[in-house]
């Protein structure tokens, strides 16, 4: 059975920062893009940063410079460190797995992910 399961979230002052983690469980993503997703109340999820299998990263232009993404195939996990926070970073995080022989420029839509972990939340105090 895959899991994805997201850890390091939690509540933080606007200018500090967090470190998310995805363990993935069940099968190997080394082959796989990666990617974190966002959704705020009230709002749709939206993309946040992906990395591909080969290290490639694309960022939404709202977190670019203070996001960074990183995973370690040996330990089939993906990273996201959280720079310079801003309130409205407040949100539920969602770590996906997507397809092998995603193209890189589909890594920002939610579709070619096929597994999905339970969320984690963060939020950012003025």
């Known amino acids: 059975q895959v899991q994805l399961v997201e850890s390091g979230g939690g509540l933080v002052q606007a200018g500090g920062s967090l470190r998310l983690s995805c363990a993935a469980s069940?099968?190997?993503?080394?082959?796989?893009?990666m990617g974190w997703f966002r959704q705020a109340p009230g709002k749709e999820r939206e993309f946040v940063s992906a990395?591909?299998?080969?290290?490639?990263?694309t960022y939404a232009d709202s977190v670019k410079g203070r996001f960074t993404i990183s995973r370690d195939n040996a330990k089939n996990t993906v990273n996201l460190q959280m720079n310079s926070l801003k309130p409205e970073d407040t949100a539920v995080y969602f770590c996906?797995?997507?397809?092998?022989?995603?193209?890189?420029?589909?890594?920002?839509?939610?579709?070619?992910?096929?597994?999905w972990g339970q969320g984690t939340q963060v939020t950012v105090s003025s």
């Open positions: 069940g099968r190997t993503f080394s082959s796989s893009p």
């Open positions: 990395i591909s299998w080969s290290g490639g990263r």
């Open positions: 996906a797995a997507g397809r092998s022989g995603t193209p890189y420029y589909r890594l920002q839509d939610a579709r070619p992910y096929d597994y």
